[in-house]
């Protein structure tokens, strides 16, 4: 298996030898390296995500740590905002509703 380096918060990379597996699978070959735990990780979206990086690059992140990234998310609701959110959308739709009954 193929080494990933971590230095200065950016990642250095070893090419991935050809006996090289996806750590999720099990059978293909690995294609891309994981960029959070450095397994090697094929193209299939049962295995990885894969998302555009930099000139042109692949960023994966392999299942496993997709699940472990987001167990650690948490959905921030700010209900003050949304009730101002609201009374906008009401007002507007208000103003709407005044226009055309003013143009008929």
């Known amino acids: 298996m193929s080494v990933i380096n971590k230095s ?3 990642f250095t990379y070893n090419q991935i030898t050809e006996w090289d597996i996806c750590v999720t699978c099990d059978s293909s070959q690995a294609k891309e390296l994981c960029r ?3 397994h090697g990780v094929c193209n299939e979206k049962k295995c990885c995500q894969i998302f555009p990086h930099i000139n042109g690059t692949n960023y994966a992140i392999c299942k496993s740590c997709t699940r472990t990234i987001e167990k650690k998310l ?3 609701v700010n209900h003050d905002e949304l009730r101002l ?3 906008k959308i009401h007002s ?3 103003k709407t509703i005044k226009k055309i009954e003013s143009s008929e």
């Open 8 to 10: 200065d918060n950016y």
């Open 92 to 94: 507007k739709i208000k």
């Open 36 to 38: 959070n735990c450095g």
């Open 85 to 87: 959110l609201k009374k």
């Open 74 to 76: 948490v959905a921030i």
